[in-house]
């Protein structure tokens, strides 16, 4: 490990040496791949140096503990030291963990009212809200790319094409079925009632990334509609593409301009294709490679609403939080954080 930590420093030194260049200078493209480069080596290059900074103290601390005056100080510096290099060890072990290369990108996320009618319905827009806060917490941005919605403010079906660095890394956990328990405002007898929706999430994929024969696709245009089938456009601004090889669907309608939709659409199909080629691909080592918070497939209940005993719970990583107030108005943090941390202890065993 530590060969491959001084070849990485060795790089990263190299690169920013770079950067320093008139050549690079003068290359705008050039020096934003250097500059990106730079920063994803930066962490593990400052936790090696932290590390082997530790190492250097404890060999001074070890030699000074026979001296009768320094003895006691060396002691406690060196158990200090000791914690401090065992902690930069642990880290550096999470670092070099083999990265998923979409965590970077941004999210195509679609949530779906499942079973449940109309309070699923509004469930579904309950998450759409707690992602859309959630995602202006984090400083990233949202566009809506397809709403069909109800005349009572429920959601059957909603396209987000969310934007921010490292949105996918902390949104692919969140794909599979929620599932909630309450009262639903529809009902009168005041009974609790088990709805689900389902969550969705793809890497985002740019249209030139994933090849798409333009003959393989069938493009319509049609008006915009809103709840109750009301006009919201009167020209046919909304576009639906079928991929006839797959039948994949995708409808776009929440622009006015025809051409925005269709570019969203296009994004929207690459980024399916190209998720259902991953799982195809995937299939074969899947049992194998299961990780500990599941394998994101969209028929697996992950969690739990509770809103009578006001908990959220996690079922793939035995997490209860009592704090569902402030979960629906967008802080997952601590919910996704505990899923990272769980992928990550999972893949650590793999790797021993």
């Known amino acids: 490990m530590f060969e491959k930590l001084a070849e990485i420093e060795k790089k990263y030194d190299g690169t920013r040496a770079r950067l320093e260049t008139p050549e690079v200078y003068s290359d705008p493209a050039l020096y934003a791949r250097l500059a990106r480069e730079v920063k994803e080596l930066e962490p593990v290059v400052e936790?090696?140096?932290?590390?082997?900074?530790?190492?250097?103290?404890?060999?001074?601390?070890?030699?000074?503990?026979?001296?009768?005056?320094?003895?006691e100080m060396a002691r406690e510096e060196l158990d200090a030291a000791r914690d401090g290099l065992e902690k930069a060890e642990r880290e550096l072990k999470l670092l070099l963990l083999p990265r998923d290369p979409n965590d970077q990108r941004g999210v195509i996320m679609e949530i779906r009212a499942g079973v449940g009618g109309e309070e699923s319905a509004l469930f579904a827009s309950d998450l759409y809200r707690m992602y859309a806060m959630y995602a202006?917490?984090?400083?990233?941005?949202?566009?809506?790319?397809?709403?069909?919605?109800?005349?009572?403010?429920?959601?059957?079906?909603?396209?987000?094409?969310?934007?921010?660095?490292?949105?996918?890394?902390?949104?692919?956990?969140?794909?599979?079925?929620?599932?909630?328990?309450?009262?639903?405002?529809?009902?009168?007898?005041?009974r609790i009632q088990t709805s689900a929706a389902t969550v969705a999430v793809l890497p985002e994929?740019?249209?030139?990334?994933f090849e798409i024969d333009p003959r393989d696709l069938q493009i319509?245009?049609?008006?915009?509609?809103?709840a109750g089938g009301q006009k919201v456009n009167k020209t046919e601004t909304a576009?639906?593409?079928?991929?006839?090889?797959?039948?994949?669907?995708?409808?776009?309608?929440?622009?006015?301009?025809?051409?925005?939709?269709?570019?969203?659409?296009?994004?929207?199909?690459?980024?399916?294709?190209?998720?259902?080629?991953?799982?195809?691909r995937d299939a074969a080592v899947a049992a194998q490679r299961r990780s500990q918070v599941g394998s994101g497939d969209?028929?697996?209940?992950?969690?739990?609403?509770?809103?009578?005993?006001?908990r959220v719970t996690d079922h793939r990583i035995n997490l209860t939080l009592?704090?569902?107030?402030?979960?629906?108005?967008?802080?997952?943090?601590?919910?996704?954080?505990?899923?990272?941390?769980?992928?990550?202890?999972?893949?650590?065993?793999?790797?021993n």
């Open 220 to 226: 319509d245009t049609f008006r915009s509609t809103g």
């Open 239 to 280: 576009i639906r593409i079928t991929h006839l090889p797959t039948g994949t669907v995708v409808e776009c309608q929440d622009e006015r301009s025809q051409y925005k939709n269709k570019d969203r659409a296009m994004k929207i199909l690459a980024s399916r294709l190209a998720d259902a080629e991953r799982r195809r």
């Open 47 to 71: 936790c090696y140096r932290r590390w082997r900074s530790f190492g250097e103290a404890v060999e001074d601390a070890r030699g000074l503990l026979s001296d009768p005056e320094l003895g």
């Open 136 to 190: 202006e917490l984090r400083g990233w941005q949202v566009e809506i790319a397809y709403l069909n919605d109800t005349q009572l403010g429920g959601v059957k079906e909603v396209s987000l094409i969310i934007d921010g660095e490292g949105a996918y890394s902390r949104l692919k956990f969140e794909s599979g079925v929620h599932r909630v328990q309450r009262v639903p405002v529809t009902e009168s007898s005041g």
């Open 322 to 351: 009592y704090k569902i107030d402030q979960i629906m108005n967008g802080a997952l943090d601590e919910l996704i954080d505990a899923l990272i941390t769980a992928d990550q202890a999972e893949k650590l065993k793999g790797e």
């Open 205 to 209: 994929m740019e249209e030139v990334e």
């Open 298 to 310: 969209r028929s697996e209940r992950i969690r739990t609403y509770n809103f009578p005993q006001g």
